[in-house]
C-alpha cells in the first residue's frame, strides 16, 4: 500500500488545516488506517485511527478538535484539526494497517510525511 499526504502547513493558533491522505496498492489489505505526528524531540505518537467499520479512537491531547474520516470510495483518510495548539506543532504521518490473528493492529504502510506548524 502507498500513502501520500497533503495538506499541511502554517498557521495560527486556533486555525483550522484539514490533511488528506490517499492510498494505493493493496487496498483490500487495509483494517484500520490512521495518522501519527512527531514532534522535535518526541516519539511518534498517535493522533487518531479509524476502522474499516468506522470505529474512531483520539489521542487524549486532541478529542473534541481534531476529527478522523475515510472515504472507502475513493480511497482516501482525512484529519479535519481545529482549533490547533502550538504544541500540535509535528509531522504527521498517515498509517495504513491490518489486525493480527492477536487482534492487534500491525501497521504496515507509511505515508512521507507533512509538516504543521501552529504559531502563537
Known amino acids: 500500500v502507498q500513502l501520500v499526504e497533503s495538506g499541511g502547513g502554517s498557521v495560527q493558533a486556533g486555525g483550522s488545516l484539514r490533511l488528506s491522505c490517499a492510498a494505493s496498492?493493496?487496498?483490500?489489505?487495509?483494517?484500520?488506517m490512521g495518522w501519527y505526528r512527531q514532534a522535535p524531540g518526541k516519539e511518534r505518537e498517535l493522533v487518531a485511527r479509524i476502522s474499516s467499520d468506522g470505529d474512531t479512537i483520539y489521542a487524549d491531547s486532541v478529542k473534541g478538535r481534531f476529527s478522523i474520516s475515510r472515504d472507502n470510495a475513493e480511497n482516501k483518510l482525512y484529519l479535519q484539526m481545529g482549533s490547533l495548539k502550538p504544541e500540535d506543532t509535528a509531522i504527521y504521518y498517515c498509517a495504513a494497517g491490518e489486525t493480527t490473528a492477536t487482534m492487534k493492529i500491525a501497521w504496515r504502510s507509511w505515508g512521507q510525511g507533512t509538516q504543521v506548524t501552529v504559531s502563537s
Open positions: 496498492g493493496s487496498i483490500f489489505s487495509i483494517d484500520h
